[in-house]
């Protein structure tokens, strides 16, 4: 009889935890699924337009070609960080090559 009780216990508590443990594997995103190659290029494309309409001739912008490992998910902001240069022209008319770093925001 204590037995039973004992395994009574074991049993309940593996439930209660494979309960717990399947709603909240439900409820929440894995990182994989933001960590995706297409928001990537998504994040990519908009930083390339913010920067864009910061540039005193924009359309003299060469940028920088995609490279995935530049483009980075952080987990906790729920953001994408983008390191990316371009050059383009100054108010002088010198080309000139600057880095930035954008966070991005995908919605």
């Known amino acids: 009889m204590e037995k039973l009780k004992v ?3 074991f049993v309940g508590m593996f439930i209660i935890i494979a309960s717990i443990s ?3 594997s439900q409820n929440s995103k894995s990182d994989s699924e933001y960590d995706t190659r297409s928001d990537k290029v998504k994040a990519w494309v908009v930083a390339e337009s913010q920067i864009e309409r910061s540039l005193k001739a924009p359309s003299t ?3 920088q070609s995609y490279n995935e490992s530049n483009v ?7 953001t994408y960080m ?4 371009v050059d383009a022209e ?3 008319g010198a080309k000139i090559r600057e880095y930035f770093n954008i ?5």
Request: charged share 15%; no cysteine.
């Open 103 to 107: 966070e991005v925001k995908l919605s």
């Open 72 to 78: 980075i998910y952080q987990y906790n902001k729920g």
């Open 61 to 63: 912008a060469d940028f």
């Open 7 to 9: 395994i009574g216990i």
């Open 22 to 24: 399947a709603y909240f």
């Open 90 to 92: 100054n108010s002088f």
């Open 82 to 85: 983008v390191s990316i240069y």
